[in-house]
């Protein structure tokens, strides 16, 4: 069973750089019988396999520079607005979300004008708001910047659907290394056992077969399939802010 949902969280971490703990944990609670705690935390591994294991197969495309830049301002952003989230009424952060996840939609779907193939050079105070932005989002949402990146990177930064799903996969990957380790020393612990080698092995024929997807599929195509992928995290990440 691990095996399986490896693959499905493998999946849509390699197809949209985004959604992995939005997947994982009900997978987690409903198939594995977690708690709650446990399975955050076994989610977060996940998503550091998923997003790594994929991202070295896509290294390729990716721009590190940018991933670090982005990687720094959002933990900053996380920083800075942490103290401010008791300040901010649940139906706000609802709002804010749902506004953000629609703009996503509309710029997945939407084409964008002109060469979008050519990377674009914005000034550093777009790329210092969008990343702080990450950062508070994640504080008052409670979810990962991989849902919100990937507009940002095509839209802002004028990558590619390869480049930008390449470029969140190594930022998400990084952040969410940040995070476990920061729990770990706080006292969080896991256990190395069968379900947890279950999920790489799962995680990795993903990553394998994504890639063999790249390199069959016609460009249109596969870049549909990423569509349809980030539209249902989308929506999970819609639903369960409202529910």
Do not use: H
């Amino acid at each position: 069973m691990t095996i399986v949902l490896g693959i499905i969280i493998g999946v849509v971490m390699g197809l949209t750089g985004a959604g992995g703990a939005l997947i994982a944990i009900p997978l987690f609670l409903q198939f594995l019988g977690m708690d709650l705690k446990e399975a955050t935390l076994y989610s977060l591994i996940a998503v550091i396999i998923a997003s790594f294991s994929n991202f070295l197969l896509q290294r390729k495309f990716s721009d590190y520079k940018l991933s670090i830049v982005l990687v720094l301002l959002s933990t900053t952003g996380s920083f800075l607005t942490n103290p401010l989230k008791i300040y901010l009424p649940d139906m706000y952060m609802a709002i804010l979300l749902a506004t953000v996840c629609i703009y996503s939609l509309f710029s997945i779907w939407t084409p964008t004008s002109g060469n979008n193939s050519q990377k674009k050079s914005p000034s550093w105070l777009i790329i210092g708001v969008v990343g702080l932005s990450l950062g508070a989002l994640t504080i008052f949402t409670g979810l990962g910047g991989g849902v919100l990146m990937l507009p940002f990177l095509t839209r802002f930064y004028g990558l590619d659907q390869n480049r930008a799903v390449a470029t969140s996969l190594f930022t998400v990957g990084m952040s969410s290394l940040s995070s476990l380790l920061i729990q770990v020393f706080s006292g969080a612990q896991f256990k190395l056992d069968s379900q947890l080698f279950g999920l790489v092995i799962g995680i990795f024929v993903a990553a394998l077969s994504i890639k063999f997807m790249m390199a069959r599929l016609s460009l249109s195509s596969f870049n549909n399939s990423r569509k349809v992928i980030f539209t249902f995290v989308v929506g999970l990440a819609l639903f369960k802010i409202f529910s």
